[in-house]
């Protein structure tokens, strides 16, 4: 470094970052952090991180297994033979569907992760790949790094999404290698049924597409029917794979434990990569992954249970408070439509005027895609009391602004009558 001249361009002389936008997320976060170190009591529904306890059976697992000095050694990259076979009676019962623990399953630091990784797996220079939008980052920005190229489809599940699938395997040079697929979805909500799943399958075999289905919300729904695997379609062994995560279904954020499944080609591949990358999660954590999936499975019901109570409060009071919004049928979010007298400022700007007026922090729709333009994701990971005091401080806010529009409005007529 000379005179300081090489920090100033560190950052732009790197191919890989350069690929990459600002990131959205960073302005409320940071403002957040801000006014935290003010003193300010920030309700955040912005970042979808889980806070209920670990169940206590999962945890004493863990416990156990660190006492084990023989489990502080290096692990397996792929995960234990244990995780894997227990991940692979988790699909048994779940969908149904028969996996190989040793060529069809591999243990992922998190499904973001494995999603990351597989997209160096598959990815050359080019290629196109076709992504949700709005979706979460990584779905599009695992390829991005890996030097492909991304052509958007609408998130949804109706003939739009084949109709848009169809014209973008038509019409893109070269012809799309992979098709990411993400329900129920984040940040949308939406789900997806079989049919959709056999459509989809159908034609990507049809166009030689390699699909990847991210299910990270598998056991967090509100409806009678749980959402399905792309998997329980015949066929879809050939082509696809499938990503799930402990991270939801067992209030486990913080320990990385994730899966990916399914086509044994594609699961290889992505084994060889992190084989250069790690060696696996900490051996107990493994363990303990385990025994949440072989154990008792009261837990998730009693987690659903807390997300459907804060959803159904969350949707009641907003809408008391003046800002109705749809409720979701899945995930740990609620995909709001910016208020018609915001809808002017885009999201961004909406979410950090709550966060300064209302103290409420949310995610900007357009953090998850140029479509999620006009919407916030709201993440129930705030108890009813705090959900309840976050809609009455929004009640205030949306009063206040009202109320100076009413105010600004008379004196632009009289202005223009005066012209």
């Not at 670990?54 to 297994?65: A, G, N, R």
């Amino acid at each position: 470094m000379v005179g300081g001249r090489r920090d100033k361009r560190v950052n732009s002389d790197f191919h890989r970052i350069r690929r990459l936008p600002p990131y959205v997320f960073e302005q409320v976060n940071k403002l957040k952090a801000q006014a935290r170190a003010r003193g300010d009591d920030i309700i955040d529904f912005g970042m979808g991180n889980p806070d209920m306890p670990t169940p206590p059976h999962i945890v004493q697992k863990l416990i156990e297994t660190v006492r084990d000095t023989r489990t502080s050694r290096y692990s397996a990259s792929r995960g234990i033979q244990g995780l894997r076979r227990a991940q692979g009676a988790y699909y048994a019962r779940r969908f149904g569907v028969k996996l190989n623990p040793e060529t069809e399953i591999v243990a992922t630091l998190g499904s973001k992760e494995g999603f990351a990784n597989m997209a160096q797996a598959i990815t050359g220079p080019g290629d196109v790949i076709l992504v949700p939008n709005p979706t979460y980052p990584i779905h599009e920005f695992g390829f991005i790094m890996s030097g492909g190229v991304i052509r958007h489809l609408p998130a949804s599940t109706d003939s739009a999404f084949m109709n848009s699938l169809s014209r973008a395997v038509r019409h893109s040079v070269p012809k799309p290698s992979a098709l990411v697929l993400n329900y129920p979805a984040n940040p949308t909500a939406l789900v997806a049924g079989l049919d959709f799943y056999r459509e989809v399958v159908g034609f990507a075999k049809k166009h030689d597409l390699i699909v990847l289905s991210d299910l990270a919300y598998a056991e967090i729904y509100f409806g009678d029917e749980p959402p399905p695997s792309i998997l329980e379609v015949p066929g879809a062994m050939d082509i696809a794979v499938e990503f799930t995560t402990l991270s939801k279904t067992y209030a486990m954020p913080g320990w990385r434990m994730g899966f990916a499944v399914g086509n044994e080609r594609l699961i290889n591949a992505l084994s060889r990569v992190k084989s250069y990358l790690d060696y696996g999660a900490f051996t107990p954590i493994q363990v303990a992954a385990a025994a949440a999936l072989n154990g008792p499975q009261d837990c998730i019901e009693e987690i659903r249970g807390i997300y459907r109570r804060r959803r159904d409060c969350l949707v009641d009071a907003l809408t008391r408070s003046g800002w109705p919004i749809p409720a979701p049928a899945a995930t740990m979010f609620a995909w709001a439509p910016v208020p018609d007298m915001f809808a002017h400022l885009g999201s961004l700007e909406f979410s950090i005027l709550l966060l300064e007026q209302a103290s409420v922090a949310v995610s900007p729709g357009v953090g998850f895609g140029e479509y999620g333009e006009g919407y916030v994701r709201i993440a129930l990971v705030e108890n009813e009391q705090r959900i309840r005091q976050a809609a009455r401080n929004i009640r205030k806010f949306l009063a206040e602004s009202a109320k100076s529009l009413h105010n600004v409005i008379p004196l632009a007529s009289k202005a223009t009558r005066t012209l």
